[in-house]
């Protein structure tokens, strides 16, 4: 069963007096348990793209629905509501609040749920382990790697567990054995915890680690390809 359904989906920007059409008459299905990398020279649209599945922005036209829900007739605050839900988010910048330590950080999408304070800090160390760092909860992000910044930042996407997991550049401000380590961590979310990831990537040796890539050019899908590691 598709996760994620994308028909003829058009996204455009007004610039000036001229309209830029980015992405034009898209079609996607990503099956639940998927890992897609999305691939393309810059400008392609594969941001764009990511962040229309990802609930971040709207389409111009044509349709996305996610786990049987339209997402493209939302208004912006049922979508806000939605992504919270249902969308865990992985960007090249790791994005952690500098004065609070890993476990707090982990802990942040929580706090707009019902939980309590002691279970909100049961599944921020729960999603903690599951990224290899139980050790370094009291730590923070100045205190720590890019590479584990990187494995908190993962930690607070998952602690909700959501649906969806949107990776954008994941490894693009690490170090080739962090990198890896990140990816390698993606693959087990993936494999071994059923999540559905779509990663925007320029690395081919990070593509490899998806399931398959799919490629974006000029706002049009040209190719999709299983991986190689798979």
């Keep these: 069963m598709s996760l994620v359904s994308i028909r003829n989906l058009t996204k455009s920007y007004q610039r000036g007096p001229e309209t830029v059409e980015v992405l034009h008459g898209i079609d996607l299905e990503i099956p639940e348990g998927d890992f897609v990398a999305l691939m393309g020279p810059s400008g392609s649209g594969k941001t764009t793209l990511l962040n229309l599945i990802g609930g971040l922005d709207s389409p111009s036209g044509g349709e996305i629905e996610i786990n049987g829900q339209r997402i493209d007739t939302m208004s912006a605050g049922q979508l806000s509501n939605w992504r919270s839900d249902h969308v865990g988010f992985v960007f090249q910048f ?16 929580l706090l707009l749920t019902r939980l309590s304070a002691a279970q ?16 370094r909860g009291r730590h923070r992000p100045n205190e720590l790697s890019g590479g584990q910044q990187q494995r908190v ?12 997991l949107i990776c954008d550049e994941p ?20 494999r071994d915890h059923g999540k559905t990831i779509v990663m925007v990537t320029h690395d081919p040796k990070a593509a490899d680690h998806a399931r398959r890539t799919i490629h974006l050019d000029k706002g049009t899908l040209v190719e999709s390809e299983l991986a190689a590691a798979h």
């Design 94 to 109: 790791y994005n952690l609040m500098p004065t609070l330590n890993a476990q707090k950080n982990v802990e942040l999408p």
């Design 120 to 135: 909100r800090r049961r599944n921020a160390e729960i999603a903690l382990k599951l990224v290899g760092l139980e050790e």
């Design 153 to 164: 930042a993962i930690a607070r996407a998952i602690v909700s567990d959501p649906t969806l």
């Design 171 to 190: 490894t693009g401000d690490l170090d080739r054995q962090s990198a890896e380590e990140i990816l390698a961590l993606l693959q087990s979310l993936n």
